[in-house]
């Protein structure tokens, strides 16, 4: 036999042995087991449309920040001769924190003291001379008024009293002149004790005080560095109380007084508060209500985040179901009610949310009976088997 027809005999064999293998796994193959299910029924839990009160609240969160701020400078400029504290440190009252050189402030205030004595030594003379023109005057005045009573007949009579007349008439001008001296130098003591004022107070604005107690914030001079007048050098604030500036909406502003206590969360740690301001018109871009609660700083720090939960207005006996029960559907809001074995889908207006609660306005009836969770699945006029206890307390 020639290997050729060995080669045929070989694919002969392969192709009739699966040919075989194809006809056995047909016939071998297992019936189909046609069986016609029923339609299953879903299981529901349900709850019970109730009467509650309902104390609400609203959740807000700030950032606490330091009952006062202020933002230091001198009010003359010079060079910075002293730095007695640094940020962190804390301050009294009227506590000295800087101080700028004060040798030209110090002259200053000498000139014009020397001045003001020249100008009060030179009063006291002008008053001097002035009292003794005016009595001069007066004798002078006499002295012509006997004269003009000797008579008029002599040539020795109108000679003299000419002189006297003429006497009289220089210390008028005097006096005037002394009277005028002492109001012209009033006026320049007033001008030159003005003066002397500013240049005590300069001086005394070369020592930067503490107007309140607190806490240094930042220190922004050196000593040697020269300061203008303008620039901001030390931001002092008050951290013994922080306060916490949040904005509401209408309904929890109408809910609020100023002096209300309040409670307000750190980092898990319950502060009390108080509410210490409150914007009655609302801001015209967020309308919106600010205000302001104040808390004890001990244990804490400005710029940590606050949160407080407002109270709202009561809500007495308001029909209220699980929100779990509401479906939301392209705006609106819809339940489902247990009718029999049956869903029904009906649409309601919801009310405010407290926890798991949520306030029903219209749509429903107290004892109304509903599904309770799993709403999203659920159609109109689905057959429902209620679970077992299955009515949610």
Known sequence: MTSATRRFLLTLAILMTTIVVVVLIFVTRPQANVEMRQPGITRVEVTEVVRRDLLPSVTSTGVLRPRQVASLRFEVAGELSAREVEPGEAVSEGALLLRLDNEDYRDTVNETESQLAETRATLERDGALLKLARENRQLAEREYQRLEQLGKGSLASVSTRESARQQLINLQSEEARLAFSQQSGQARLARQQAAHNRARR???????????????????????????????????????????????????????????????????????????????????????????????????????????????????????????????????????????????????????????????????????????????????????QVEPNGKLP
């Open 202 to 384: 300069n001086l005394e604005r070369t020592r930067l005080l503490a107007p309140f107690s607190g806490r240094i914030n930042r220190v922004m001079v050196e000593v040697g560095d020269y300061v203008q007048g303008s620039s901001p050098v030390l931001e002092l604030i008050d951290d013994a109380a922080l306060e916490l500036d949040v904005a509401v909406s209408g309904d929890v502003a109408a809910a609020l007084t100023l002096g209300q206590a309040l409670k307000v969360n750190v980092d898990g740690r319950q502060v009390d508060g108080e509410l210490v301001a409150l914007q009655i018109d609302p801001d015209p871009q967020t309308h919106t209500h600010p205000l302001r609660i104040r808390i004890p700083g001990q244990g804490l720090l400005p710029g940590q985040l606050g949160r407080v939960d407002l109270p709202l207005r009561p809500r007495r006996g308001v029909l209220v179901v699980p929100a779990a029960a509401v479906l939301r559907e392209e705006g609106k809001y819809f339940v489902f009610l247990v009718r029999g074995n049956r869903l029904q889908r009906r649409q309601v207006v919801p009310g405010l949310r407290h926890g798991e609660w949520l306030l029903l306005q219209q749509g429903v009836e107290q004892g109304d009976i509903l599904v309770a969770r799993d709403v999203e699945v659920l159609s109109q006029d689905t057959e429902v």
